[in-house]
């Protein structure tokens, strides 16, 4: 591993010591740390600074400091590329990220020395259709969202899986989910925990009128097609919670599988259930 790349989203004071630190070592292991231009502009970084797009085209590795929202946004921006990505939490529960500050050089030790693997992550693609045009795909790692506004005030969807109708839902709204995305907001809406390397696709209504309505769990290769049939109020499609755009009646979302897979860089034995416990302590928050 020659060159590393960081992405963070924190503010300067919070993370100026610890990257010039970084840099430092990486520079005595003869490794190149690339910072992309909001970045250095935050910890007044001067050298060895490019665009995101660059910086992901150069690197070996893309390591983000931050918290999950963060790790989302450049999983986004790595994945098309191919480029693992290792997270270094620094928010408060760092569900997606593989070490906290404390254990941070010991675990640059075991990625220089090739100690660690690459798990790899389902991806989704969503895209809105209006008049018989499809807009460009957003991709996620974790959900495609379809809810109402402000108002209190249920949205009708009509809700089509490969190319059947499945139901019409009266609800807040919909959830589209990857099993990365099972712990984040469809698990606030009653939706199942996945393990996370498995390939299906996870449908949850949020607060349904029909008592009977439950989530889905469908096949990694189904294609789901969801149509506003509400006139009234502002209903908006957002991926990741991070992209998104508004609805109108009539717009099609269409979620299916993406053809990139997010790569995670890991370096030690903790599983999926491992991580469930520790996180998911009673009075703790939850994401994806």
Known sequence: MKTVGLLSNLEGDKIAKLVTEVSNWLNSHNVTLLVDEECASRIDMRRNICSRQELVDRVDCLMVLGGDGTLLNSARLAAPRGVPVFGVNM??????????????????????????SIEERMMLEACVIRNGEASPPITGLNDAVITKGAFARLIILDTVVDGRLFNTYHADGVIIATPTGSTAYSLSAGGPLVVPDLDLLLFTPICPHALWARPLVISPDSEVLVTLRSKQGEVMLTVDGQLGMHLQYGDTVRVKKSSYTAKFIKLNNQTFFDILREKFKEGDGFNG
């Open 91 to 116: 928010g408060r529960l760092g569900f997606l990220t593989e070490v906290d500050v404390p254990h941070f050089f010991n675990a640059l030790e075991l990625l220089l020395a090739g100690k660690y």
